[in-house]
């Protein structure tokens, strides 16, 4: 808890109760947010650079289908013990069944700090895992429609910002390798951590803006925002178990699982579903998931993992 | 001079449809338009600029009143319902209106 | 459509008034607004948008008449004599009249 | 109230040109203007903002209607020929008359 | 004088006499300020947590009541020998008795590239300080009238941007400690001066800028911009003798005295005194005090400090 | 090929051509080409700190007059093989003339990653050729007329943002020197290489964008835009063995002769030669020399350089 980067998004969260005027301009968030996705990109790609990429399929495939599974699990349950209607269903669902690059960013300071290792290709799985989430909640909204328009789902998603950047940070960490990227590493590895502490002051800002919204949509998503989290670590973990993942890798696939998008997945539903209502969504992911994840979930998923590790685990 | 009456169509809306509809008032018959960021609130919230989700745009589009029209109409049947959006229009003068 | 006339008022102020004036146009009346942020000169003098104490807002809100009045009238009374400020209005068409 | 109406002029040009252009509108008898930042697209093309040759600026001055002439023809004799640059000016309302 | 950061601040100011289009983006501008401020706090907020609290009770009832006391001295000066109308005495003299964080920022760099101690927490005095002045300033203003409402001058000063991004790095730096914030120390601590140069090369333009108003204003506003913070510095140094605080910490609490606010007190000002003309007070603030504290100021207050230790110290 | 800047510049460009949505903020974009125009300064001005500045006479001389030359052979080949128009060859033949200090930080690149020495009072040659290109340009343009007012002309080539920086930080490294600005070599320097690698990644989306224009211009552009700079590496690469440079020393100045403006030489061809047509040449310096010298090039001149010293050189 007395993690820095922990601290400064407890400080946002607290200016941002007190209506300070405390901002960080949008061209410093825009900043911010990129050179985390390029880093954690980044140090996916010199993972990739070092192992033969074919290896890693199985992990790809299985990550993959986590992410077709997540909403399916997560839809009945927003309509039926939610009663939210088909698009908002669908769409809540399609961001807990995605992944959070802050929260994954939060995730990595954490192994850091205690030294822990993990399988650095997890930004490799993080790109995977934005994606199938994402189209099962299109059909889950519109079914097998011809309307949609695949084409533009896709280009939304891989041209999005987030997914490009992390695309990109991965495609150049593994053609440069561990010895190119070293000359870059003092901007985007060092600073990494203190970048990512500005980068959660904002987010604290943003939680505590959106926990206003929480009233207005009841108990139940609170509930959602956190059971559904703790539901999907455990898949999370157990699939990373199985994979054979070290300690720190089940943790982190943990987390990604837990982690709810609110970058790439509100993009894409807002082209793709927009009669759902995305401040129903951001509230959830952001109001809820998002700090309970930061200042609870991560250590707790850790915990689980040092626990599959010894019990299920080989 | 060449001065003319012509209609001045201003839509504030969510900053991630900008390229969208920027194109779409091409095929409308716009022939050019002006684009600035913008905060604001409306019956869809509070819109407050601080990250992509919750920025807007403030497009205008000087054009004939057909064309106008036409861009209101678009307007409101595609994003309307769904979106937070603005439209307003309101006669500008202007130079060289054969440009417009 | 349900095209309408209504007015749209911009006020042209130091930012650092941005929260509090638009809590104001609220208790006045206003549905909505949009910012954006602006530098200029004036009276007061040059306000070239650098740091916090030199930065413009450039309010927007569309509603019905009375309440521009009221928005303006209240401008005038609470900022005009101590702030950086204009207020101008004119009359905009907008779809939807009933949001206003 | 001394409520007059005023005539609101609008360039939308090139950035580069900002001061010289703020210049010139004092010479022509503005007393005052206010800036934003933009990006847009016109007859010269898409000019989309991401770095200095490519920006915009929208400059607003509310003046009398002999001096939005003035202003107006100006530009015309000056920029229209070679730079991205449009005009146009519409009535407006204003409290303090006497400041424009 | 061939500090890099002391050239970067007289490169601005030639940039903005040339009338170079040179300029800072406003969104940097507030990036580099709040890296600077949260870094400050920081910086106090470790050295808070080396030492028990209460034994800086002390240290920090005298300089609130030299915060009290300063403006009071100010005012009568101002409203007599300047001629200002009540409002505008009052709120030159709130900006002269509160401080100014780019001043301070000048003189840690000052202490570290000579390699003088100086005590850390003195970045919580710095906040300490902010405050008096600015009740002094309103109280002079409006007298005791029931119309001022304390509650939003309260909200104004803790929540505004500076004040709240000292007290959270504090915070942070406290909970933190030490070892805690060694992990986005690159970020805050290393980039710290290259951030302070950029930071003064955009006050040298904004320093320019204010200089042609000077002429407006007259020679008293250059004098008394010049001679209060000479007269803040020997008050300062000498109650910081009396403290017992080291040679850098005299220095430096004479710096905190001579400096003359230019964020928090301007903000509180206009909110609460808004008849008082802005321009008048930034342009000593700025154009005067800030240039000559920064240019010749420090340097001397380390020379009076050395000799105030020497002489008067213990 | 395989140097992570490059690389970003490649990952710019296909995310420009996939038509995503990234962009830099141009606040940032801003800030990242200020740091770099600073940091290239202060590197020549430390240099400049350790030699008596007047040995370095003859270069700028022979420098200079090579800044007054390539425009004068570029001008008649556009005029009579591309068929353009007076204004529009003046002001391409003025951008090609002066210098690229995007193309030169690469080239700095090039030259630390394979830890080649080169004169690092490069910085004050660039800043040299920056200006007599500009003269040339407007000459060409308008004849000796007395229109051209060029006390503004002046301000806009000194004052422009691009040469005022790199003066700033020239002037700063020569007077604090090479101990002096060590407190800010964290932020210039360790971080070059991110900065820059973030300012190609934009300038890599830039280029996608010109490309489109290209297909306006038609094939003589391209043509162009790759044999002149040929031509001026080999001018270059010939004089700076003539003048007795390093073998990195002679790969820079070709790269910056080589090298086309697309900052300093606009601005002012806007201002003076307002008939141009600012696309073309920016098609040309953006859309096909900058990319071409970032690729091919530079590692091009670096070979000739080693030929040249080899054969030609002392
Ligand atoms: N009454 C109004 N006056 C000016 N701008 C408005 C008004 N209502 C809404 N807007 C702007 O239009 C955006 C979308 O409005 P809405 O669809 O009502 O949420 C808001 O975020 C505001 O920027
Ligand atoms: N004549 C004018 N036309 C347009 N904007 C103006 C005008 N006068 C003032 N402004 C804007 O309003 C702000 C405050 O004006 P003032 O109170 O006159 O200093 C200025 O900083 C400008 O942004
Ligand atoms: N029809 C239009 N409506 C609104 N803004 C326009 C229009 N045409 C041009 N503009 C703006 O004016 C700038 C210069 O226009 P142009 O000289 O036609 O290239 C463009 O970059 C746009 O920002
Ligand atoms: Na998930
Ligand atoms: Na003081
Ligand atoms: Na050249």
């Known amino acids: 808890m007395s993690d820095p980067i922990i601290l400064f998004f407890i400080f946002g969260i607290v200016a941002g109760l007190l209506r300070s005027e405390l901002r960080l301009p949008s061209a410093i968030y825009d900043f911010l947010s990129m050179t985390l996705l390029l880093a954690i990109g980044l140090k996916g790609g010199i993972e990739l650079a070092k192992q033969p990429f074919l290896s890693l399929a199985p992990q790809i495939g299985a990550v993959f289908l986590m992410g077709l599974l997540l909403p399916l699990v997560a839809f009945p349950l927003l309509r039926l013990a939610g009663g939210f209607g088909r698009a908002d269903a669908a769409s809540i669902a399609a961001h807990y069944g995605s992944v959070s690059v802050g929260t994954f960013a939060v995730g990595i300071a954490y192994m850091h700090s205690r030294a822990v290792f993990y399988e650095e290709h997890m930004s490799l799985l993080l790109v995977v895992l934005e994606i199938p989430a994402i189209l099962v909640g299109i059909l889950l909204a519109r079914g097998l429609s011809k309307q949609t328009q695949w084409g533009s789902v896709a280009h939304e998603i891989f041209a999005g910002k987030g997914v490009i950047l992390l695309l990109g940070g991965l495609g150049i960490g593994w053609v440069a390798g561990p010895a190119g990227v070293e000359s870059i590493a003092p901007f985007f590895f060092d600073l990494f951590k203190g970048v990512l502490a500005l980068f959660l002051l904002e987010m604290g800002i943003i939680t505590a803006s959106k926990l206003g919204s929480l009233r207005r949509y009841g108990l139940f998503i609170i509930g959602f925002g956190i059971a559904m989290p703790l539901f999907s670590a455990l898949v999370g973990g157990l699939l990373a178990t199985a994979l054979g993942l070290s300690v720190g890798g089940v943790a982190m696939l943990a987390t990604l699982a837990a982690s709810a998008s609110y970058i790439a997945v509100p993009a894409a539903m807002r082209i793709s579903v927009p009669e759902a209502n995305p401040a129903l969504s951001l509230a959830a992911s952001l109001g809820v998931t998002f700090p309970f994840n930061v200042l609870v979930g991560i250590p707790l998923y850790y915990q689980l993992a040092s626990w599959l590790t010894a019990t299920v685990g080989v | ?100």
Chains 1, 5, 6 share one sequence.
């Open chain 2, 1 to 100: 001079m060449t001065d003319k009456t012509k209609t001045l169509v201003t839509l504030v809306t969510e900053a991630s449809l900008e390229s969208k509809i920027c194109r779409q008032l091409e095929r409308l018959g716009a022939t050019g338009y002006t684009i600035t960021d913008a905060r604001g609130k409306g019956s869809q919230g509070s819109r407050d600029g601080g990250w992509d989700a919750d920025k807007n745009v403030r497009i205008e589009v000087i054009c004939a009143d057909a064309v106008a029209t036409a861009i209101t109409e678009f307007a409101q049947s595609e994003y309307f319902e769904n979106f937070a959006m603005v439209v307003y229009s309101h006669p500008v003068t202007v130079s060289r209106a054969v440009k417009f």
